[in-house]
């Protein structure tokens, strides 16, 4: 009997090692990868090696694609080729592959649009598409990733506004919109995502005011990081941003903003950077920032805040890299 059972177990061991082996990857996935494949340019190609992304054989998977097996096939779920010197537009068949959960081509030289079928990639969940050259509109299609937690599209020339439909991706954390053309205001619709922590609009062409974008009560809950600078914002700095109890940075610098520093921002438990400077702020800085327990940086140059009003901290660019945010 003993003799038996093993001999039934190893069976079941090479079947289960037959299906895994015989296990192909979807017709769709190989297609799509090697129109991509033929889009690109030479420093992804050479390491692209047979037909089938997931591998064949002896071959092994393409560098920067991770497959996994669902049923009887293999699907491709991360797509990763990040500064190789990607040049022309956005390769629209990277939208056919329906499984990916990560689509990272940042820093490379992609031209162009974003095209609308983006919003076909329902299991995406992060979108680095920072540092190329990409252009027009910020496509409305990306507020159809519902699984979104990572948007990446910093340092590159989208114009227009920001796409309200954003504000229809409740799992999104991280929003960079860094360095762009985007003009007119930021939805306030944006401070109904109840996980956002990290907004960065700055260095674009944006308007309007502060309260206008925190408008809608209980707005941005959980929000850390806060970058509007680099912009053509005006009005006051408003008392009720001291309701946001999570900030850690505000970033206002290089801008339009007039009026006072309300005395309540002093009060934000963990306020560690707040940038002031280049606006066109008056009166004096509220004694409580002073002793702020965690206020390491307050910078303050070019208002015109009454004289013997002192900066907290040394001024440096606050700039966050891409390890910052890898979950």
Same mark, same amino acid.
């Given at each position: 009997?003993?003799?038996?059972?093993?001999?039934?177990?190893?069976?079941?061991?090479?079947?289960?090692?037959?299906?895994?082996?015989?296990?192909?990857?979807?017709?769709?996935?190989?297609?799509?990868?090697?129109?991509? @494949?033929?889009?690109?340019?030479?420093?992804?190609?050479?390491?692209?090696?047979?037909?089938?992304?997931?591998?064949?054989?002896?071959?092994?998977?393409?560098?920067?694609?991770?497959?996994?097996?669902?049923?009887?096939?293999?699907?491709?779920?991360?797509?990763?080729?990040?500064?190789?010197?990607?040049?022309?537009?956005?390769?629209?068949?990277?939208?056919?592959?329906?499984?990916?959960?990560?689509?990272?081509?940042?820093?490379?030289?992609?031209?162009?649009?974003?095209?609308?079928?983006?919003?076909?990639?329902?299991?995406?969940?992060?979108?680095?598409?920072?540092?190329? @050259?990409?252009?027009?509109?910020?496509?409305?299609?990306?507020? $159809? &990733?519902?699984?979104?937690?990572?948007?990446?599209?910093?340092?590159?020339?989208?114009?227009?506004?920001?796409?309200?439909?954003?504000?229809?991706?409740?799992?999104?954390?991280?929003?960079?919109?860094? $360095?762009?053309? &985007?003009?007119?205001?930021?939805?306030?619709?944006?401070? /109904?995502?109840?996980?956002?922590?990290?907004?960065?609009?700055?260095?674009?062409?944006?308007?309007?005011?502060?309260? $206008?974008?925190?408008?809608?009560?209980?707005?941005?809950?959980?929000?850390?990081?806060?970058?509007?600078?680099?912009?053509?914002?005006?009005?006051?700095?408003?008392?009720?941003?001291?309701?946001? /109890?999570?900030? $850690?940075?505000?970033?206002?610098?290089?801008?339009?903003?007039?009026?006072?520093?309300?005395?309540? &921002?002093?009060?934000?438990?963990?306020?560690?950077? &707040?940038?002031?400077?280049?606006?066109?702020?008056?009166?004096?800085?509220?004694?409580?920032?002073?002793?702020?327990?965690?206020?390491?940086?307050?910078?303050?140059?070019?208002?015109?805040?009454?004289?013997?009003?002192?900066?907290?901290?040394?001024?440096?660019?606050?700039?966050?890299?891409?390890?910052?945010?890898?979950?």
């Amino acid at each position: 009997m003993a003799r038996v059972r093993v001999s039934t177990a190893v069976s079941l061991i090479l079947l289960l090692l037959n299906i895994v082996v015989d296990c192909k990857t979807l017709k769709r996935d190989v297609k799509a990868l090697n129109e991509i @494949k033929a889009s690109l340019g030479w420093r992804v190609v050479y390491a692209w090696v047979g037909d089938d992304p997931c591998g064949d054989g002896d071959l092994p998977a393409w560098s920067g694609v991770t497959c996994s097996t669902q049923g009887d096939y293999r699907v491709v779920t991360e797509l990763e080729v990040y500064a190789v010197s990607i040049i022309g537009p956005f390769p629209t068949a990277v939208t056919n592959l329906l499984d990916l959960t990560r689509l990272d081509l940042h820093n490379n030289k992609l031209t162009g649009p974003i095209p609308p079928q983006i919003g076909r990639l329902k299991r995406l969940k992060v979108l680095n598409l920072r540092w190329n @050259k990409l252009q027009d509109v910020i496509p409305p299609e990306i507020g $159809e &990733l519902k699984r979104l937690t990572h948007l990446y599209l910093s340092f590159n020339s989208f114009k227009g506004e920001i796409p309200r439909e954003l504000a229809n991706l409740p799992e999104l954390q991280y929003l960079h919109l860094h $360095e762009n053309r &985007l003009i007119g205001r930021i939805p306030a619709e944006l401070g /109904t995502l109840r996980n956002l922590r990290h907004l960065d609009v700055g260095n674009n062409h944006l308007v309007g005011t502060i309260r $206008e974008l925190i408008r809608i009560e209980g707005c941005f809950p959980v929000l850390r990081n806060l970058y509007l600078n680099n912009n053509y914002l005006t009005g006051g700095i408003p008392a009720q941003l001291a309701n946001m /109890t999570n900030l $850690e940075i505000l970033y206002l610098s290089y801008n339009k903003m007039s009026g006072i520093v309300p005395a309540g &921002l002093a009060h934000i438990p963990k306020l560690t950077y &707040l940038y002031l400077d280049h606006n066109q702020l008056s009166g004096r800085i509220p004694d409580a920032f002073y002793k702020h327990p965690y206020l390491k940086e307050l910078y303050i140059e070019g208002n015109a805040f009454r004289p013997g009003v002192n900066p907290i901290g040394i001024h440096k660019v606050l700039e966050l890299s891409d390890s910052d945010f890898l979950f």
